[in-house]
């Protein structure tokens, strides 16, 4: 047990360093660290789970996360978006805890127990939920493999505890929990897996129907799916098993030597995950690279150790994992050998430019900047992205080379000259290439 508490204190140690070093050096987006930033801010000031930035004011109309109301007494205490990235990186690290337990219990040997779980914290689609920014669907997967070891042990309240939890988390995540009560069913667990299955569903349908429509929003991801998927069989598959899907897939197999394949009762607990990011036309939710795998890293670690139970323990089937995840994490983890960023230890004259920008915006004035700002002005009330403002801003921050959120550098150029026609913004100019303006009067 002490290895695995060393193995989970290094995590912590390095993922809490470097995602914060990566916030420090305007690598965060407004999408999503600076939503949820603001949206925190804006809750311990009285305007509970807004923001400026989404689609919609309210957060909750976008996407339903009553967890995120246990993580605000935290933000009270450190508010900061650099709180948000450690209690992220400190529940992933912890996900190796639950799962150590699973394993052991039911492979009943503590070395193969500890090899899944080091083989856990140093899965690469771990790491890059970790990295890109704050998502509470991240959350789902330490809870969800703590709702999955009670439910093996049967310890049932621990596991309603631990399910009711992982619902809150987002509101497809409940979807997960649905079909853990559906393998529970197959398991022959018929009370407790009928009542989660249907109070999932009647959850989801709640949320989706009720809840979120009365703050405004809804599903506002349908459009990444094509309706046509779900009436053709051969676009189905041809939409799930093209090329670069097929590559995701074994992206998330080979770090754990294809052990999941050994154990297809598991990939019942796959099966919304995939569903999600297999029939999507989306590509970040298949690059591997973003928060989208956490709806499957706690089922694939789950089928990993049932796999490694078929396989009888084998030692080098152990060994096999070890070197795999090894591998895995040197050239896939974005802190592995080969993306390690070793920028973020050098000098960088834009990064003091941004840094120089952002000490001329007054406290509490509504902003509108660049993506990779926003993030470090979410403590007020109004901030936006370039291009998406609501209002009029009391300041604007352009750096004149980024044009994301932007058809065209045509379109930036447009916009950044309506504000410097409309004689209402003092402007300040560092570089030839960083704009500051300061609104002088209003229309």
Do not use: C
């Not at 754990?256 to 999507?280: D, E, I, S």
Request: no cysteine; net charge positive.
């Amino acid at each position: 047990m002490k290895w695995l508490w060393a193995a989970i204190i290094v995590y912590l140690v390095i993922f809490g360093a470097m995602t914060a070093l990566r916030h420090y050096n305007f690598q965060t987006q407004a999408w999503d660290l600076g939503i949820y930033a603001q949206t925190f801010w804006n809750t311990v000031h009285g305007r509970v789970m807004q923001n400026s930035i989404e689609e919609i004011g309210q957060h909750l109309g976008v996407h339903l996360n009553p967890f995120l109301f246990l993580l605000v007494p935290g933000y009270v205490i450190f508010p900061s978006p650099y709180y948000l990235l450690i209690i992220q990186t400190l529940a992933l690290a912890l996900g190796a805890w639950p799962l150590y337990l699973l394993a052991n219990h039911v492979l009943q040997n503590k070395k193969p127990a500890l090899a899944v779980s080091i083989a856990y914290l140093l899965y690469p689609a771990l790491h890059w939920v970790n990295w890109y920014d704050f998502h509470p669907i991240a959350f789902l997967t330490p809870l969800f493999l703590a709702a999955f070891y009670f439910a093996e042990i049967k310890n049932w309240k621990w596991f309603a505890v631990f399910a009711l939890l992982a619902a809150s988390v987002q509101e497809d995540a409940v979807l997960a929990v649905a079909f853990l009560g559906i393998y529970l069913i197959l398991r022959k667990e018929y009370k407790m897996g009928i009542a989660t299955f249907l109070l999932s569903i009647l959850y989801f349908l709640i949320s989706v129907k009720f809840i979120m429509p009365y703050f405004g929003g809804g599903l506002l991801r349908l459009d990444r799916y094509d309706p046509a998927v779900f009436y053709s069989p051969a676009l189905l598959l041809k939409t799930a098993f093209s090329y670069p899907k097929l590559i995701y897939m074994l992206n998330l197999l080979w770090p754990v030597a294809f052990l999941p394949l050994l154990a297809p009762a598991a990939w019942l607990l796959l099966a919304p995950g995939l569903a999600q990011n297999l029939l999507t036309r989306y590509s970040p939710q298949f690059s591997g690279n973003y928060q989208y795998d956490s709806v499957l890293i706690g089922a694939i670690f789950i089928a990993t150790v049932f796999g490694l139970r078929k396989a009888n323990k084998n030692k080098k089937v152990i060994g096999l994992l070890v070197v795999a995840s090894a591998l895995a994490f040197l050239v896939r983890s974005p802190v592995g050998f080969l993306n390690f960023p070793t920028e973020f230890f050098k000098e960088n004259p834009h990064r003091d430019a941004m840094r120089n920008m952002l000490s001329h915006v007054p406290a509490g004035a509504s902003v509108a900047a660049n993506t990779n700002l926003v993030p470090h002005l979410a403590d007020r009330e109004r901030v936006y992205m370039l291009g998406a403002e609501r209002a009029e801003p009391d300041v604007v921050l352009i750096d004149g080379a980024d044009y994301f959120g932007f058809k065209t550098p045509e379109d930036f150029q447009k916009y950044a000259a309506s504000y410097a026609a409309s004689g209402l913004y003092e402007a300040r100019i560092l570089d030839d290439r960083y704009y500051i303006l300061i609104l002088i009067k209003t229309k």
